[in-house]
């Protein structure tokens, strides 16, 4: 059966999946077709159309096509608590109560345009809604590979309604334990919070997240925020999670936090340095996220978890890596996986497995995110060739060893490699890299080349033949979804790549994974005695990441950076 799950019901982060006969054939995300960065208030077009032409597969051929966005029946308990919640703005708690699926409605219509465009048949191609944490909840627990029964998160800003999924995997079946709906939201709560840190709901998560190391989480308490006693949860809305006329305003933008916290905390953070009181707000607000989400899995997932040790993860609140190691940390927890575009455009895959597995599917094990869109030596040649650039190249006959000595000369390089990364993070493929042990290379890729705030962490991907000895743990972490703590003998060694609390959100390369990056960074290991490389991704400061050969001639000769290599062709300043 070949199914085409599309995402982007929530107006954020669409992509697009082909899933045939159980096996995950390609996915990738459409703000890296149209680079507009998460593709806001878009459907997936180009990258269905990318995914469709990829795999040979002709609309027509499609029997699927999963959404994961489904209808809220009235007597479900959804749209009642939004309803509650919202009783101060009776235009929304009214809406929810007798108009609840119009955005249900809307998508549909939207959808249908688009799969015209595609020339899918709507006759012959059935369109699959599917409930959108149940999405989530797929993605991670299908793909995790896991046999045993497993407990399976799901946790973002909001699907349908519902804003967090608590529940357990058992012979390829996904039963719920506990749903918490709009607008008691842990993801609501830390993203209100991001805009009031100054950054972009959405977008700045992980900037908190970063910060939140920088300062003191008892210096203020913020408990009145958000409670989750006895397996309930409850965001205050007189402070976050505000709508209508309790939302606070300035300069013509509407935030989802009110005036009483600026009367409480002060005015919002402004600016892109660290500074006081914010870096301990951004440290509390941190704790506060871990120390209610860790109750609410005790309470829910406890004896699952005490039973058979697995854990899967998904939704948007499950890229905060520092969580996870709290995770990852708790006493029964065997292994965690964190499905890796567990944002929302993780959920074309959750919605498509999901589906699949209902039809009777095997879903294989996700082995790698390498999905993208992949090009050879002679598009990489003919990009350079049409640039307004005019770029001199030449054509590499050991690209690895000059690749290891531009870095070892202290240079950062851009390395674009294979098929793109599905996700939010670069994997080795679509890479700014640099050499670790090189003082002063974090700076300089931050300020020079990314253009972003000064103080952010770089991470490190790392062979795995040194990995336990690095990060203390055994652990999985082939996708930068997990932090972990620097063994003291380490920090001395690659102190570009730890951050201020001592740890590193780390990629444990394999050769199996990923051979040529891995052949890279041995490489490299050779000349500095370090099997570690630093890498982030390759686009700059409010873009994608890059997708094409031009894409990444635009971003190069839009920044300081002096190499790139694309396959095998090397591009000099």
Known sequence: MNILGLSGAV???CSAALLSNGRLLNAAEEERFIRDKHAKNRLPLEAARWCLQDAGISARDLDVVAFPYAPVGLLEPARW?????YWYAPDRALDAILNGNRRYRRNMRALRQLLQELGVSLERTKIVPVLHHLAHASSAYHFSGFTEKTAIIGIDGKGEYATTFFGYGENGKIHRIKEFYDPDSLGGFYGAMTQYLGFEMLDGEFKVMG??????PKRYDLARLITSKNGNLNINTQYLNTV???????NDESYFFSKKLIDWLGPKREGDEIDEPYIHYAASVQQLLEENVLHLIEYYLGDIIRETGRVCFAGGVALNVKLNQKIIALPH???LFVQPAANDAGTAIGAASFVANEQGEQIEKLAHVYLG????????IEACTLHAAKPKWRLLQNTIEEAATILHAGHPLA???GRMEFGPRALGNRSILGDPTCSGIADRINTQIKYRERWRPFCPSILDTVASEILQSDHPAPYMTFTFNVSETWKKRIPEVVHEDGSVRAQVVTRESNPRYY???????????CPVILNTSLNRRGEPMVCSPTDALNMFFGSDLQYLIMEDVLIEK
């Open 373 to 380: 869109p992949q090009f050879d030596n002679d598009a990489c």
């Open 11 to 13: 107006s954020h982060d």
């Open 333 to 335: 927890v065997q292994e």
């Open 415 to 417: 390395w674009f490699q």
């Open 244 to 250: 209508g006329l309790r939302r606070y305003k300035q």
């Open 519 to 529: 052949e890279l960074i041995k490489a490299l290991g050779a000349k500095n005695g």
């Open 81 to 85: 608590h939004y309803a509650r919640g």
């Open 211 to 216: 910060m939140a190391p920088y300062g003191d």
